[in-house]
């Protein structure tokens, strides 16, 4: 903590003035127990007692305290005001940084830092200061920790060295956070500590997925040899709450690999960034995301807007590469992942079959954004009402959409047809793969597994599928791991895993 001998009493006196000058709001935020202090204010007041307040802001902070006990003595109508803590706002944007940039020349120096909350720990006690007695001399003598863990004095004023007598302890409430930048295109994950029981509060009233801006200052904490960069907050804005954090816009992979890597809280709480669209770890193939969960496990993510059997396949060929590359990685600790908007119906049975995990990232999204969250992803930058026919007009456009036929995107009603703009089928191509489906199991009950394809276009006509549509279904099936071709002229059904 910074001396008042650290300060001088001029720059008490000004400080003091500019509350004076500031007395009715100030006066207006200590009800709320908050000493309120308008930066755009003190800066255009006097810059260059501005610029020392913050250059290193714990001294800063002694300078602000002293000016209000000096108001309090010289101020009747100040005199039985207190705070608990020092809140800041319309601070300039020259104090906006991000994550990369704490590092040693950023210490101590007052910034903003506009974070994503991706995990909050339950609220713990944390030990402030405690009060300790000489055995010797009874000299009472005041530990102040610093480190967030317990320690005694080192000495006494008369000599002794340790084993003082503990008098009385003082604790607050604290908890950890794990945030994520906003602003850099590879985002960094980081753990910060939040002490004080105001803060801590305030805190454990947001759900993890708020956008915030933090204010406050590097500091570097923790025991010799494991120093690490902390960040001391001091007050913190919230931009958006979680439940109108809205997905951003998604129109291919690489979007949506982006987005979850800024936002991984979509996947699992808890997780760190390690990295993305990298062959830094394989060689060869690229991984889309790379994590590390709560409990020390890589996470190996494969992103698909639209998943098939062909993606297990492709997972299991990172992971071979993954594990040839990193030998001292224990096997045991790699989760294997594959994450998608759309997926075919067999798709999870194989995940299922091989030990991946399948995430339905369609389900997720509707359920935290609701049911038009698809069009948003979908159509490149405007949002879209799924169910109201007026914004048809809109969205008939090839450029915009990628359509070989506009009016493929507007269902018979003349609505938005979601399936063709997602997963690039439309939901009559849908519902013609479902009839096919079901004349396959009907001919296999009656020829057994292996159909001829001319039984199949005769079965298909009945139900009014023309046979080039009938042809494009086949194909797709085959694609998809569906169906096979045993021999010329005919299919056969994949046996189920």
Same mark, same amino acid.
């Not at 590390?292 to 396949?313: F, M, Q």
């Given at each position: 903590?910074?001396?008042?001998?650290?300060?001088?009493?001029?720059t008490?006196?000004?400080v003091?003035?500019?509350?004076?000058k500031?007395?009715?709001?100030?006066?207006?935020?200590l009800?709320?127990?908050?000493?309120?202090?308008?930066?755009?204010?003190?800066?255009k007041?006097?810059?260059?007692l501005?610029n020392?307040l913050?250059?290193?802001?714990?001294?800063?902070?002694?300078?602000?305290?002293?000016?209000?006990d000096?108001?309090?003595?010289?101020?009747?109508?100040?005199?039985?005001?207190e705070?608990n803590?020092?809140s800041?706002?319309n601070?300039?944007?020259?104090?906006?940084?991000?994550?990369?940039?704490?590092?040693?020349?950023s #210490?101590?120096?007052?910034?903003?830092?506009?974070?994503?909350?991706?995990?909050k720990?339950e609220?713990?006690?944390?030990?402030?200061?405690?009060?300790?007695? &000489?055995?010797? &001399?009874?000299?009472?003598?005041?530990?102040?920790?610093?480190?967030?863990v317990?320690?005694?004095?080192?000495?006494?004023?008369?000599?002794?060295k340790?084993?003082?007598?503990?008098?009385?302890?003082?604790?607050?409430?604290?908890m950890?956070?794990?945030?994520?930048?906003?602003l850099?295109?590879?985002?960094?994950?980081?753990?910060?500590?939040?002490?004080g029981y105001?803060?801590?509060l305030?805190?454990?009233?947001?759900?993890?997925?708020?956008i915030?801006?933090?204010?406050?200052?590097?500091?570097?904490?923790?025991?010799?040899?494991?120093?690490?960069?902390?960040?001391k907050?001091?007050?913190?804005k919230?931009?958006?709450?979680?439940?109108?954090?809205q997905?951003?816009?998604?129109?291919?992979?690489i979007?949506?690999?982006n987005?979850?890597?800024?936002?991984?809280?979509?996947?699992?709480?808890?997780?760190?960034?390690?990295?993305?669209?990298?062959?830094?770890?394989?060689?060869?193939?690229?991984?889309d995301?790379?994590f590390?969960d709560? #409990?020390?496990?890589?996470?190996i993510?494969?992103?698909?807007?639209?998943?098939?059997?062909?993606?297990?396949?492709?997972?299991?060929?990172?992971?071979?590469?993954?594990?040839?590359?990193?030998?001292?990685?224990? &096997?045991?600790k790699?989760?294997?992942?594959?994450?998608c908007?759309?997926?075919?119906?067999?798709?999870?049975?194989?995940?299922?079959?091989?030990?991946i995990?399948?995430?339905?990232?369609?389900?997720?999204?509707?359920?935290?954004?609701?049911?038009?969250?698809?069009?948003?992803m979908?159509?490149?930058?405007?949002v879209?009402?799924?169910?109201d026919?007026?914004?048809?007009?809109?969205?008939?456009?090839?450029?915009?959409l990628?359509?070989?036929?506009?009016?493929?995107?507007?269902?018979?009603s003349?609505?938005?047809?979601?399936?063709?703009?997602?997963?690039?089928?439309?939901s009559?191509?849908?519902?013609?793969?479902?009839i096919?489906?079901?004349?396959?199991?009907?001919?296999?009950?009656?020829?057994?597994?292996?159909?001829?394809?001319?039984?199949?276009?005769?079965?298909?006509?009945e139900?009014?599928?023309?046979?080039s549509?009938?042809?494009?279904?086949?194909?797709?099936?085959?694609?998809?791991?569906?169906?096979?071709?045993?021999?010329?002229?005919?299919?056969?059904?994949?046996?189920?895993?």
């Amino acid at each position: 903590m910074t001396d008042i001998h650290d300060v001088d009493e001029y720059t008490i006196n000004v400080v003091t003035d500019f509350f004076m000058k500031n007395s009715e709001k100030l006066l207006n935020s200590l009800v709320k127990g908050v000493l309120e202090v308008d930066l755009t204010e003190l800066d255009k007041y006097d810059p260059a007692l501005f610029n020392l307040l913050f250059e290193n802001i714990e001294v800063g902070l002694t300078i602000f305290n002293h000016a209000f006990d000096k108001l309090k003595k010289e101020e009747a109508v100040f005199e039985d005001k207190e705070y608990n803590e020092i809140s800041f706002k319309n601070v300039p944007q020259r104090f906006n940084i991000t994550l990369k940039d704490i590092n040693s020349k950023s #210490l101590n120096k007052f910034c903003c830092i506009e974070i994503f909350l991706s995990n909050k720990s339950e609220i713990k006690p944390q030990i402030t200061n405690s009060l300790f007695e &000489c055995p010797v &001399c009874g000299t009472q003598i005041e530990k102040i920790h610093t480190n967030m863990v317990f320690e005694e004095p080192t000495m006494c004023p008369c000599g002794r060295k340790g084993k003082f007598k503990c008098l009385s302890t003082e604790y607050t409430d604290a908890m950890n956070i794990t945030v994520s930048d906003t602003l850099n295109v590879k985002p960094l994950s980081k753990k910060i500590h939040v002490i004080g029981y105001g803060l801590v509060l305030r805190f454990f009233d947001l759900e993890p997925g708020s956008i915030i801006s933090l204010m406050g200052y590097p500091t570097v904490n923790g025991e010799k040899g494991r120093l690490y960069y902390d960040f001391k907050i001091l007050d913190f804005k919230v931009i958006k709450e979680a439940d109108k954090v809205q997905i951003e816009f998604v129109k291919n992979e690489i979007d949506l690999m982006n987005f979850l890597a800024a936002h991984s809280h979509y996947i699992e709480e808890g997780l760190m960034f390690i990295d993305k669209d990298t062959s830094e770890y394989t060689d060869r193939r690229r991984i889309d995301l790379l994590f590390r969960d709560k #409990l020390g496990n890589v996470l190996i993510v494969e992103l698909k807007i639209h998943g098939d059997s062909a993606t297990v396949n492709q997972l299991t060929d990172y992971v071979r590469l993954f594990v040839k590359k990193n030998p001292n990685q224990d &096997c045991t600790k790699i989760r294997k992942m594959i994450a998608c908007i759309t997926a075919d119906s067999n798709l999870k049975k194989s995940c299922e079959a091989m030990n991946i995990e399948f995430l339905d990232l369609g389900v997720k999204f509707k359920k935290t954004c609701g049911e038009e969250v698809l069009v948003r992803m979908a159509i490149f930058n405007k949002v879209y009402d799924a169910y109201d026919p007026k914004y048809a007009e809109v969205i008939k456009s090839k450029k915009e959409l990628g359509l070989s036929d506009e009016s493929e995107a507007i269902t018979d009603s003349g609505e938005l047809d979601i399936d063709r703009i997602v997963t690039g089928i439309t939901s009559a191509q849908r519902n013609r793969i479902i009839i096919m489906r079901e004349l396959i199991k009907e001919l296999e009950s009656k020829y057994g597994s292996n159909i001829a394809l001319a039984d199949l276009i005769n079965a298909a006509k009945e139900k009014e599928i023309e046979e080039s549509k009938v042809k494009e279904i086949i194909e797709k099936m085959k694609r998809d791991g569906e169906l096979f071709e045993p021999k010329q002229g005919l299919v056969r059904r994949f046996p189920k895993l």
